[in-house]
């Protein structure tokens, strides 16, 4: 709020010029008013999409979805035996981290393997992201409320920043830590971070999420270097509440 006014639940109907501005016409979502915001330039994320209508991959045997993208199986192998396929181009995460880790799952299935039974298949559960603006966002898993879609009972953490000593001593009053566990196993299910090193800081919880037992037992029983943000971490971790009904999530 400081730098830029968001505002969300609005679907864009139309951009048009006027003079020397930008104006966009919005429909809320909610109450149908439309609204018109000005600005100087128009920035859109129009995401990517599949160039497999110029590669025409299906030409060699390689099915094909219906957004274009390469159907692989779970070992990333494709409907052509002897043709495998990772990254972008298999239209799931699109990360370059994603796309190095599927590479090692690849080679691993055509170098290594010996028998079918040796074969590795690629592992999404605990996909991270960032978005290195600023702040720094961060998150991996599933959101509250993506866990209680799924019909799981949920435990939540929070954590301010300020509730470490480095946070106080850094005076980042807005960074937040909330953490996602399934309440009757202790399985980690996801993360979300925003504020100063969100992407180191969720790194540690991706390890936690590929641990045998995928829970916290490993943090709880680990010392934490102090004074250091990574206690903002612990904390989150060690102030878990069942999960209600919330108008606003905070």
């Known amino acids: 709020s400081r730098y830029c006014r968001v505002v969300t639940g609005y679907e864009v109907l139309s951009v048009e010029r006027n003079g020397e501005k930008k104006v966009v016409s919005a429909r809320g979502t909610k109450d149908g008013k439309i609204r018109q915001f000005e600005g100087e330039e128009v920035l859109l994320a129009a995401g990517r999409r599949s160039n497999s209508d110029l590669l025409r991959p299906e030409r060699t045997g390689v099915e094909i979805d219906r957004q274009g993208w390469i159907r692989v199986d779970e070992y990333l192998q494709t409907s052509k035996k002897g043709i495998w396929a990772l990254g972008d181009a298999i239209g799931k995460h699109m990360f370059r981290h994603t796309a190095n880790y599927e590479a090692r799952i690849v080679a691993h299935n055509i170098l290594l393997v010996q028998g079918e039974a040796e074969r590795k298949a690629a592992d999404y559960h605990a996909v991270p992201y960032a978005v290195f603006s600023h702040p720094t966002v961060a998150g991996v898993g599933r959101k509250e409320s993506e ?102 999530p905070k």
């Not at 920043?161 to 001593?169: L, N, R």
């Not at 590929?210 to 903002?232: F, G, K, Y």
């Open 147 to 248: 866990a209680k879609a799924r019909g799981l009972k949920v435990l939540v953490g929070r954590a301010r920043y300020t509730d470490s000593a480095k946070g106080v001593a850094m005076a980042e009053e807005y960074g937040l830590v909330k953490v996602v566990l399934e309440e009757e196993t202790g399985r980690i299910l996801g993360a979300s971070i925003i504020g100063p090193e969100a992407p180191e800081l969720i790194q540690q919880v991706v390890y936690l999420m590929n641990t045998d037992r995928q829970d916290l037992s490993t943090a709880m029983r680990s010392q934490v270097i102090h004074p250091t943000i990574n206690e903002v971490l612990g904390r989150a971790f060690s102030g878990l509440e069942r999960s209600r009904n919330r108008e606003q």
